[in-house]
């Protein structure tokens, strides 16, 4: 799951897109022709379907507007692959580049997502926004199932890092977004790896 959004000229982040990849399949939802996308609502928000995202904080506050609330069963790569070992903030792109060797075309991180018809070159970068996500997850949870006791605690430690965006994302809708403060959580990831890594020394050498 992925969103595209506008927010230069305005407080809250203007929703123009939304890619799901679902079932194998690519879908790009028009929110701008479909007010409210009621029909992804429920989805969005039922715990039984784990959503897979990127960077995942700027995305549940695009989608409050649909959803009411955070989303919930979200696993987000770039935390994932942060608890890792991999640079707290890496993108997606890099991301893809490095577990699956595949070099991404990122050319319209700046586009104008308002204008219509979108152009193909936008299409294209949109459906790739969403096409690799599975693959990156089921990597991630595999590196972490196999990385024993420390893998549990990273994914002990990933839940409480994804309840922590959904509720700063609920606290921050209600008052001024722009100031929602969760760049922190590369410090948090840093730190968490530190003492897992210092803890897994001293029982080493115990």
Do not use: N
Request: hydrophobic letters at 45%.
């Amino acid at each position: 799951l992925d969103t595209e959004f506008m927010r230069e000229r305005t407080f809250h982040p203007l929703l123009c897109l939304v890619q799901l990849a679902v079932a194998g399949k690519i879908l790009l939802v028009d929110p701008l022709a479909i007010p409210g996308l009621p029909a992804l609502a429920a989805p969005l928000v039922d715990p039984g379907r784990v959503k897979i995202l990127h960077a995942a904080r700027q995305d549940l506050e695009a989608l409050l507007p649909v959803t009411g609330q955070p989303l919930a069963a979200v696993f987000d790569t770039q935390i994932a692959a942060g608890l890792l070992g991999f640079p707290a903030q890496i993108g997606y792109g890099e991301l893809v580049r490095r577990l699956l060797g595949i070099k991404l075309h990122k050319g319209h991180t700046r586009t104008d997502w308002t204008r219509r018809p979108l152009s193909r070159e936008q299409l294209i970068y949109a459906a790739e926004d969403v096409a690799h996500l599975p693959a990156l997850a089921e990597l991630l949870d595999e590196r972490l199932a196999a990385a024993g006791s420390i893998g549990r605690r990273c994914t002990e430690q990933f839940g409480e890092f994804m309840r922590r965006v959904r509720r700063e994302t609920a606290i921050g809708a209600a008052r001024q977004p722009r100031d929602l403060a969760i760049g922190g959580f590369g410090d948090r990831i840093a730190a968490f790896l530190e003492h897992e890594h210092r803890h897994a020394e001293q029982a080493e050498f115990a």
